[in-house]
């Protein structure tokens, strides 16, 4: 017997498991002083459910309960009514043409993108965006396609910098790369990506016979007309991309879990469709999302769930506000927030990532992300989230204000 030597190669915990620990760790040996802790780590929402959510959660919960309403087994790829609400208002009401076996229903966007690797060749190049939401790199990692790390960095991968210089916007690489991983509106920057440049990237995919794994997670956030929501909204990229998106951030269902992933039927390599593939690997390796669940995610597309969704984002959006105009008063450099849930901000005297992080936790009682934990160039920086509540989030921001005002 032989183990998968490759998750030797891999830090042993996942980011937020080790933020988790420390966090664990501080209060264990300062009781006190945690009671005030407030958690701007991992972007994990707080407010509840949207009530329409919860009114289709119940219902479902009763048709459960009797012989004539049970169901069993979901269709592995999702209901039909689910599958028609997401291509009605996510697709076709963007004037984006979806059949819905392009469509797959999962437990979330965190599942599918580290699982997409398994249709695809170890040989392949992976060029990945640093900083990154880390699944996409540890993923790569485990199943082997990462080579070793070498000075902090993966030899098989081709990273692109994402920093102040650029814009935070990956730089389209000079050589060929074959699977690109791009997350807009980004996860950690919190940065967003134009129509156009997205264009240039689409561009060179189908020229370069590359695909896009385009994790639109955050997509609900975005403000700028100019700034895409769905990869499909530029000429090109049916043939060139598969698009991840979850409920999570949208409708607040971290804990509820669901997503979906598209891959469309005209994205083909050697002559073959990538759709069958990920039909047949999902519906071997997954069983579907409950009918409770998925009569929830129906929901967030009603009427009333779509009014109420409005208000729940705006609540966030509000909030990342507060973060992004009180630390830019108190002369911290910072990004994102426009189009996303994340701040991301330079830290302060060069201070290390991890050393921020410990600061904050240390003396002001507050919890954030270390940027070095999402790659190598997110050294010097850390990112702080808006799904808090607006309480909290007004006064973290003015702990760390009074503290770096002094
Ligand atoms: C994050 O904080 O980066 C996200 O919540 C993680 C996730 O969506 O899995």
């Given at each position: 017997m032989k183990i998968n030597e490759n998750f030797l190669k891999i830090e042993s915990s996942y980011l937020f498991s080790n933020i988790a620990k420390r966090v664990r760790e501080y209060t264990a040996a300062n009781p006190e002083r945690a009671?005030?802790?407030?958690r701007l780590g991992i972007g994990d929402v707080t407010l509840p459910l949207a009530p329409a959510c919860i009114e289709a959660m119940h219902k479902a919960v009763d048709e459960m309960s009797k012989a004539e309403t049970f169901r069993g087994y979901p269709p592995e790829y999702g209901y039909d009514f689910l599958l028609n609400?997401?291509?009605?208002?996510?697709?076709?009401a963007r004037g984006i043409d979806f059949d819905i076996s392009e469509i797959f229903v999962s437990d979330?966007?965190?599942s599918d993108t580290g699982n997409i690797g398994d249709i695809f060749s170890l040989d392949n190049r992976v060029a990945i965006c640093d900083p990154v939401y880390p699944v996409y790199v540890d993923t790569n990692v485990m199943s082997g396609r990462?080579?070793?790390?070498?000075?902090?960095?993966?030899?098989?991968?081709y990273y692109m910098p994402c920093l102040a210089e650029n814009d935070f916007l990956p730089e389209i690489p000079d050589e060929k790369v074959d699977i690109i991983y791009l997350c807009f509106p980004n996860n950690p920057t919190g940065m967003a990506i134009t129509k156009d440049y997205l264009k240039k990237w689409v561009?060179?995919?189908?020229?370069?016979k590359a695909v896009i794994l385009y994790d639109s997670a955050y997509e609900a956030f975005v403000t700028e007309d100019n700034v895409p929501r769905s990869i499909y909204e530029i000429e090109g990229a049916k043939t060139c991309a598969i698009e991840f998106r979850s409920f999570s951030k949208t409708a607040g269902f971290t804990g509820v879990r669901c997503g979906y992933t598209v891959v469309p039927h005209d994205l083909q390599f050697d002559g073959v469709e990538l759709n069958k593939f990920w039909a047949r690997r999902q519906a071997t390796k997954f069983n579907g999302v409950s009918y409770i669940t998925q009569r929830a995610a129906e929901a967030v597309y009603s009427d009333e769930g779509k009014k109420q969704i409005k208000e729940i984002l705006a609540y966030?959006?509000?909030n990342a506000k507060i973060i992004y105009d009180g630390l830019?008063?108190?002369?911290f450099k910072v990004y994102g927030a426009k189009n996303s849930p994340y701040v991301w901000l330079k830290t302060p005297d060069g201070m290390g990532s991890w050393e921020f992080f410990d600061l904050l936790l240390n003396e002001l009682q507050v919890v954030g992300t270390p940027g070095e934990g999402f790659g190598p160039a997110g050294e010097g920086y850390f990112r702080l989230t808006a799904f808090g509540s607006t309480e909290n989030t007004q006064k973290a921001v003015e702990r760390i204000k009074n503290y770096f005002s002094k």
């Open positions: 009671k005030n802790i407030i609400a997401i291509n009605d208002n996510d697709y076709k979330g966007a965190k990462s080579g070793d790390k070498v000075d902090g960095k993966w030899s098989n991968i561009d060179y995919a189908n020229a370069n966030y959006q509000n830019a008063s108190c002369g």
